[in-house]
């Protein structure tokens, strides 16, 4: 399972665009990108998912560059409550048994007023 | 609400101690995770199944073992209790085994062992 590094914190304001990086160097060619959000002492939510170029949906967009070694999640316009750990999981789609769900440490996004 | 059911919300015991904690997946969804998540850690995987058989093992302790049952719930027995096993354990379910579907995650069982 490619591991992946994302920066452990960052701190943002209200109104303001916020992209977090997540490096994959070993992603293999059948792997997706998916990203989860977790608030304190609840389970993690799914945010976007990707294979290629950009992704769009209602809460973030997701840009993967040609080479998939990196993925950019955006989230536009963040408030006060978008404070929360953000994951980004790096996997197999084809079912294997490395197809399993892996979270590293995140990244602790802080929105201040 | 993501439609994952886990049971109890609480539980305290003391080390020695056997528990078992209870998940029913959204309907329809026949892979379940299983992951524990201690104070200020990330979500360590424990095991998957997918359609009552087991599909992935992650760093589960010997003394903790699973299993899904055919009506698709699941269960995750946790045998001589420590205090280091004090933590939140959340369940997940998705409508396949790999990571091309979104997976939905339950509200935790937060684990306090005294």
């Known amino acids: 399972l490619a591991k992946t590094t994302q920066p452990i914190s960052m701190d943002s304001y209200e109104g303001q665009e916020v992209n977090i990086t997540c490096s994959h160097n070993?992603?293999?060619?059948?792997?997706?990108i998916t990203w989860y959000q977790q608030f304190p002492s609840q389970g993690p939510r799914f945010i976007i998912q990707g294979y290629k170029t950009k992704v769009t949906n209602e809460v973030a967009s997701l840009f993967i560059p040609a080479d998939r070694k990196s993925s950019t999640l955006s989230l536009p316009r963040v408030s006060l409550s978008d404070t929360a750990v953000y994951y980004c999981?790096?996997?197999?789609?084809?079912?294997?048994?490395?197809?399993?769900?892996?979270f590293g440490k995140g990244t602790k996004l802080s929105v201040k007023p | 609400d993501s439609g994952v059911t886990q049971t109890p919300k609480h539980l305290i015991t003391a080390t020695g101690q056997r528990v078992t904690l209870r998940c029913s997946p959204r309907?329809?969804?026949?892979?379940v995770y299983w992951y524990q998540q201690s104070l200020d850690q990330g979500l360590q995987f424990l095991i998957q199944y997918y359609n009552g058989e087991e599909r992935a093992k992650g760093n589960i302790l010997e003394r903790f073992s699973a299993q899904q049952f055919p009506d698709l719930h699941s269960e995750l027995n946790l045998s001589s209790l420590e205090l280091g096993d004090s933590a939140l354990y959340f369940c997940a379910s998705s409508v396949a085994m790999d990571l091309n579907t979104e997976a939905f995650f339950g509200q935790g069982t937060r684990l306090t062992v005294v």
């Open positions: 070993n992603i293999a060619t059948n792997d997706y």
């Open positions: 999981l790096v996997g197999a789609g084809d079912g294997g048994s490395q197809g399993n769900l892996i």
């Open positions: 309907s329809g969804d026949l892979s």
